[in-house]
């Protein structure tokens, strides 16, 4: 069950899957909010900022995506996305524009419960149980409580799934992870969607957020042929 009835926000334009998820969520035990549009989505975030969003692509004649983009220039609210669309450009797409999950229809209650459950699950952890110190990498500081990244002095935006890998990289210095590896760690699932594609699209958008140069990276290296390390 979630802690404390965390806030979720339900964007979708379809009042019967509307219905059904506010109905499920709801008995899961999170607080749901609705918005059936862009605009109206973001009234409420401004009212009140949610704790997540599970956001559907397709809104009538508004892309998704576009809301995605709006959200993500100002929060890091994480984000699940809901489409009928499971090709790997299209889920490439959504990581690109700083989705943290993606649910493919059609898809049942609990799949999708359990998805949030195991985002906040990540997030509240990080919060709640990480020692109170600053890691510090020269340029790079990690703040593990206020789960915020600085690069020289100022907070570069990161969305839970961006930050959750950094967290873990830069936990185990120089030790080597394979893309599968991260998938199990940071995304605590192995669903079919999550292919290396995944781990990959986010170490891009990371390298681009701290490194002066994303090409030649001095933090998160490569290692070819089997995955990613932190550089301290």
Not at 17 to 27: C, I, K, P, R
Not at 129 to 150: H, K, N, Y
């Amino acid at each position: 069950m979630p802690a404390a009835k965390a806030h979720v926000l339900v964007v979708d334009d379809d009042l019967d899957v509307l219905t059904f998820l506010l109905s499920a969520l709801g008995a899961d035990g999170y607080e749901v909010e609705a918005s059936t549009t862009s605009a109206g989505a973001l009234r409420a975030i401004s009212r009140r900022a949610p704790d997540l969003v599970v956001l559907d692509v397709m809104l009538g004649g508004e892309d998704g995506l576009d809301l995605l983009s709006e959200i993500r220039s100002d929060h890091a609210i994480p984000v699940v996305l809901l489409t009928g669309r499971g090709g790997e450009g299209d889920r490439v797409l959504g990581l690109r524009m700083g989705a943290d999950d993606y649910v493919v229809k059609p898809f049942s209650a609990a799949e999708l419960s359990a998805r949030i459950h195991s985002i906040l699950r990540r997030s509240g952890q990080a919060a709640s149980q990480a020692p109170r110190t600053l890691r510090t990498f020269g340029w790079l500081a990690i703040d593990t409580v206020a789960r915020e990244v600085s690069v020289r002095g100022m907070v570069v935006d990161t969305t839970a799934k961006e930050f959750d890998l950094l967290l873990h990289l830069s936990g185990s210095p120089r030790q080597v992870f394979s893309r599968q590896q991260l998938l199990e760690a940071v995304w605590d699932s192995s669903s079919d969607w999550q292919d290396p594609a995944t781990v990959t699209e986010h170490v891009r958008r990371l390298r681009l957020k701290i490194e002066d140069e994303p090409d030649r990276p001095a933090f998160i290296r490569t290692v070819r042929g089997v995955g990613y390390r932190f550089e301290p």
